[in-house]
């Protein structure tokens, strides 16, 4: 099909393959680092068209990996042989604010769906960032900053949708194919092409949030002591990061931030403000030189953590932390802090446990996340020798902090190709393989993180 012009369009119409005009610009991930090459894209703006493009693999012996936004597309690998289902275009959304449903079609952002929700005075748990798909967050996981009290995202999926290696258009959830509706929660995008999902909505309307920040020689200082809050065992209701982050020298970035370094600790609080001013005092007596914590509206949250709402090139990766102890901030300092000259624009550690270390009947393949903290790095890599400077200081972070690493890694913060068993554990992942042979026994469909059907003995 790469050299072929049967199913060649226009722009407008859902079909692109290699020597169109628009092909080169539809093939690119929001991570501009990575160069995708697929056989044909197709722009679905239905499940017909997706059930479509899933025929048109199965006759040509192609594969199918989606795509809504292309944030995690670091570890999925060539798409050679393979067709580049880009859901964008599907773009409806749908919130019941009598029964707290949201469906969101598989090319919604987070920042369209927490609007949305906000309007009928409900809030979603959505991510850091306001440009990532809805979709690709929630199938691994997602780590909300109200997810301590509120758990994973993927916990609060309350049916999916999609088509599946037969070009069937099935909906799961409690009472409709329950194999696979586990396995959607948090097993990645293997079983077939989401075209919706429907999340449950919580009445929540504001956050007390913000940032505390500090120049960047103060690093060592403040995460010893954001670490004596995070392990003071706050209430759910309360989660934090701390964070090295150094500011490009972009333009865009407003002149107090552009091109500085600093040390920040960024805050998320349901509930009493006063109960926050409590934990946050030590903090604040160590002289912040700005401090925005403040009441916001809920879909302002998308906005505190400053994550870029353009495409970028960029390369990271992460951890999850069992533990972290004064040597770890040693280790952290000496990587990323002030002396360490690091092409890293952010480091940051984040607060779990909550509900997010909570499993709970019902839950999906990802019921609970065993670890205190989490831990991802990211540079930005306009060239590949950026790119490769990036990779090495990132591989330097892993590993100066892999002897505090937890037993698992979380699909969302895994940029690159993991062993399957260290993102859900062998036993599970031999579960999730006989979904997988149940629903695409051909292995149809690729993801960031794959899981194959059962192994032959």
Known sequence: MSASRTHRTALDQPVLVPGDDAFDHARRAWNLAVDQWPSAIVAPTSP?????????????????????????????????DTILVKTDRMRAIHVDPRTRIARLEAGVIWQ??????????????????????VVGYTLGGGLSWLGRRHGLTCNSVHAVELVTAEGRLVRADRDHEPDLFWALRGGGGSFGVVTAVELEALAIQEVYAGILWWPIERGEEVFRS?????????????TSLAR?????????IPEPLRGRSFVVVEAFHLGDTSLADELLAPLRALA???DT??????????QVHMDPDQPAPFVGDGLLLADLPEEAIDE??????????SPLVSVEVIQLGGALGRPEPGHGVLASIDAQYALFGLGMAPTPEHADAVRAHLEQLKAGLA?????????NFAETRRDPATLWGERTVNRLRQVKAKYDPGDLFRSNHPVGPPRVP
């Open 48 to 80: 017909e068209d997706v059930a479509h493009a899933v025929a048109i693999a199965q006759e040509r012996g192609l594969r199918i990996a989606a795509q809504g936004t292309g944030h995690g597309a670091a570890a999925l690998g060539s798409l050679e």
């Open 244 to 252: 090295y982050l150094q500011v490009p020298p972009l333009p865009e």
């Open 288 to 290: 912040p030189v700005n």
């Open 112 to 133: 369209e769906a927490v609007d949305a929700a906000a309007r009928h005075g409900l809030a979603l748990l959505a991510g850091s960032a306001p440009d990532v798909g």
């Open 226 to 238: 954001w670490r004596e809050l995070a392990e003071s065992d706050p209430p759910d209701e309360f």
């Open 293 to 302: 914590i403040d009441t916001i509206p809920v879909e302002a949250l998308a």
């Open 332 to 341: 952290l300092d000496r990587i990323a802090g002030p002396g360490a000259s």
């Open 403 to 411: 002897p505090w690493a937890a037993g698992r890694m979380y699909l």
